[in-house]
């Protein structure tokens, strides 16, 4: 574990700052959700059950005790990410759709719908920590953030954007990512071994800890995947057996292909796919996975445990790293401006070879008031900061985001009090 990262539920209060370092010293209590898929898999679907999931926690509760106000954890804090989706089945806390009219900025900029949505999101991560600030406080008091992504996948996970808002969550508290998967459309070998490439590439991007949640295993029962991915063999199998390693194969029959026929092991598609089996099986090891169902609410105790596990892996493997790095980064600061100094002085005492013994003087004493003032700890802007102000900004930022129905501005964003318009 983290030298200075201390797990356990902290009280109320934010967690301490180190003095010269951005790592909080305590971690927060909540850990962050980043829910991922490809269009269509269930992303928000998934949110939503999150939602329900909790609300039906607490009523069985609170019937069990007898006592309808009884309430035990906290509700889990939602943010909507998705400036494109027209109807959500879960009321977001924090929704890109208050502040930015997608509709609006595509007319306005003559934009394509992805182009939209990118830019769009884009907008929206230039105050981004604003909205980190709202989390970060909610952080101490909810157990789950849980943040659902665009319908399009690669606008979350290959833009600037998506990469600043995860590693900024990252930083802030334990985060990790939950990859959905549509069970019933990765029957097929080849469709599997792409969403398992897919989920590979971005487990290795963001280095976080990681959760394939397959869904709607109402449709389809997930277990032909968990096969797939304990014993290479099996996977092998099903590509012998099929006759289109794209076509969805029948799990009920051992891994066959549907239209069962002529096995076509020998095609280069299948030798590929052999290959990739065998390499993604490191990966596979690193993964927990659960099957879920959005719909009728299974599996979600499983995806709670998982969500455990992995911030358990954030602590002990992702915040050292992070540590690490920011240690560096701190001591390369100090270096460059340590050198920057000694530089100075150096120019200082040549011009000074070169003045009156009075002009000398002089420069001698600005030196040494110089050196006194230089507070080797000292990384101040030149901000002068009110911490008294500073509560009230963050309790300022609570309401923020404006009612539906907002004045769009002609740049389609609607940016509250203390945001402003964007200059594009
Ligand atoms: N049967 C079933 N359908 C689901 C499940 N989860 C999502 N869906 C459906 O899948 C479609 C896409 O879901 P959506 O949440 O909009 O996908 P997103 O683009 O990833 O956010 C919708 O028609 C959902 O009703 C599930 O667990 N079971
Ligand atoms: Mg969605």
Redesign the pocket.
Known sequence: MASSAQEGTAGPSRPEVKDGDLLPDQLPRATSIIVI?????????????LQNYHADQQKGESAKEGDASTTTEPAPYFVNL?PA?TQL?YSPNVDIRDTIDYQRLMEEYNLGPNGGILTALNLFTTKFDQVLGILERRSNDVDHIIL?TP?QIEIFTWSASGSIITDALATAMPTVVAY?I?T?RTLAPATFMSNMLYACSIMYKTKLPFIIVF?????QDHQFAMEWMDDFEKFQHALKETRNPTEPIDPKHGGASVRRGDGDEGTYMNSLMNSMALILDEFYKNLRSVG?????QAGMADFFDAVKEARKEYVDDYRPELDRIVKERAEKKEKDKKSQLNKMMKDMRLNKGKKSAGQADEEEEAEAALQENLDPEYEGDGQIIDPDVDEDIQDAQEDMFPSAGAQFGKDGSAWPRQFGQIDM
Request: aromatic content about 4%; glycine content about 12%.
């Open positions: 898929g490809m269009a269509g898999s269930g992303k928000s679907t998934f949110t939503s059950c998705d989706v089945n659902d319908g959905i549509d019933p869904n709607k295993t109402d449709v879920v169902s959005s719909t009728t």
